[in-house]
């Protein structure tokens, strides 16, 4: 049999996706046994395949672009209708299963690199969606804003892990929390993370995880305010700390005698491994690694590796990666499409968003086959395109990497300001009239 081309392979296996979480019909759909239980023009399956592959345009053209101009192509209420039986759940299924059937292990120095960030994403006015509506005051218009959390493989270029929350009263903690406790990702993973992500709790649930981890300090106030380390500009120094939820006279003099080390958990703070009451104790070992990124300018980070194999200059480079979650984020947005959403509807919301986090993933896997030298890079919007139009078969699966090879731009490393282009003053025209 022949093999196939392996944009077919990854095709392929959004539809195996697909139908493995199709086959759980209860978890897809809103009312089992009445929604899609009648063939339809808009199946399942072909609902799913058309909310990751939809671009910008209308649902009219959309629709047109994937059925056909014909006075047979399904309307944009019906499509609506349709998306309307599908829970938001079984998109969040889809990009876990597509991610489990394709994603490789691709690592650093025999480490798997996984930054986490978050973005704030601006949905289209809606009052009425107690969702994601914020009104910071009577006299203002409300706006509508979600924040996304993302875990993004640093090495692969794809989304491996998403937690969705509305802008007001989100908690970035939990939803690092809630990534890290569902991934099935082991072995050697480090984890990189800015500043927002700084807490015991964060920390406990890697180092239960048996996960690596580089965070980057709060300078002024949070952990560092109150660790014994050295008045020097860098340091690199090992850290023990002993949480405790209880003041007994069993805690209270080590708490006092011992404030370096041990540290008392106040009631309203979350701490999993410790509940409420509980006289246990547990210990967090990590180190506190401070180390200059300009001229009289430092960072310090938290980490759980270890000094003889990550010394500070390694550790700087490896955070200096975590610059990737940053830029798959404008590609993400303007790209892809997250910021320009067609729904005001919270279920159909948390659809897109997920839904454009499988066809970024679903791009880069097919992007990442071309062997290309390392002063050039592909150019995604071409390329995103390109793959687009081969989910929609438009495309032969032989000509995608060719077409995506003949796009390609040069990089330009170190270059830190756009290019200067000196203005063009406007120029007089004279007409003659004859």
């Known amino acids: 049999m022949k093999k196939k081309a392996y944009p077919e392979q990854v095709r392929t296996a959004l539809h195996q996706a697909i139908r ?26 072909t609902m799913l395949l058309m909310l990751v592959g939809m671009g910008g345009n ?32 079984a998109l969040k299924l889809l990009f876990h299963e ?43 218009k409300n706006y509508n804003l979600v924040h996304l959390d993302a875990m993004y493989d640093l090495m692969g270029k794809v989304y491996v892990g998403a937690s969705v929350q509305p802008k007001k009263g989100m908690n970035e903690h939990k939803a690092l929390v809630s ?3 569902q991934s099935e990702i082991s072995g050697n993973v480090i984890a990189i993370m800015d500043r927002g992500y700084e807490s015991f709790n964060n920390i406990a649930h890697f180092q239960e995880k048996s996960w690596y981890y580089i965070i980057r300090a709060k300078e002024s106030y949070g952990i560092i305010s109150r660790l014994s380390l050295p008045n020097c500009p860098e340091y690199d120094e090992e850290i023990t700390l002993t949480l405790t939820r209880r003041q007994t ?25 410790i509940k409420p009451k509980d006289s246990k104790f547990y210990d967090l070992h990590f180190r506190a690694v401070r180390f200059a990124i300009a001229d009289g300018v430092y960072e310090t980070v938290y980490t759980n590796l270890n000094a003889e194999d990550f010394p500070p200059e390694k550790i700087k480079q490896f955070y200096n990666l975590r610059w990737g979650i940053e830029t798959s984020f404008k590609e993400l947005k303007y790209a892809v499409g997250l910021a320009s959403l067609h729904s005001k509807k919270k279920d159909f ?62 990089i330009r490393p170190g270059r830190q300001f756009p290019r200067y282009q000196n203005p063009i003053s406007a120029v007089g025209f004279q007409y003659r009239i004859i």
């Open 349 to 410: 919301i948390l659809q897109e968003i997920f839904a454009r986090l499988i066809l970024y993933n679903y791009s880069f896997i097919i992007m990442h086959h071309i062997s290309i030298s390392e002063d050039l890079r592909v150019n995604f919007p071409v390329a995103l395109n390109i793959c687009r139009q081969f989910l929609r078969e438009l495309i032969p699966a032989v000509q995608v990497l060719k077409l995506i090879g003949k796009h390609l731009s040069p």
């Open 249 to 273: 006279k069993e805690t209270l003099p080590l708490l006092k005698a011992y404030p370096h080390r041990y540290r008392w958990i106040q009631p309203h703070t979350t701490f999993d491994f």
């Open 58 to 89: 209308s649902l009219s053209k959309e629709l047109y672009d994937w059925l056909g101009y014909s006075s047979e192509t399904a309307t944009a209420s019906a499509f609506v209708q349709q998306r309307d039986k599908i829970r938001p759940e």
């Open 20 to 45: 493995s979480i199709t086959a759980d019909l209860p978890a897809c759909v809103k009312r089992p046994g009445q929604d899609f239980s009648r063939e339809r023009k808009l199946s399942l399956h």
């Open 179 to 181: 990534m890290v406790d």
């Open 98 to 140: 597509f991610t489990r059937l394709t994603v490789s292990e691709n690592s650093l120095q025999d480490y798997r690199l996984l930054a986490v960030d978050g973005l704030d994403l601006r949905l289209p006015s809606n009052s009425n969606d107690g969702f994601s509506s914020i009104r910071n005051s009577e006299d203002s």
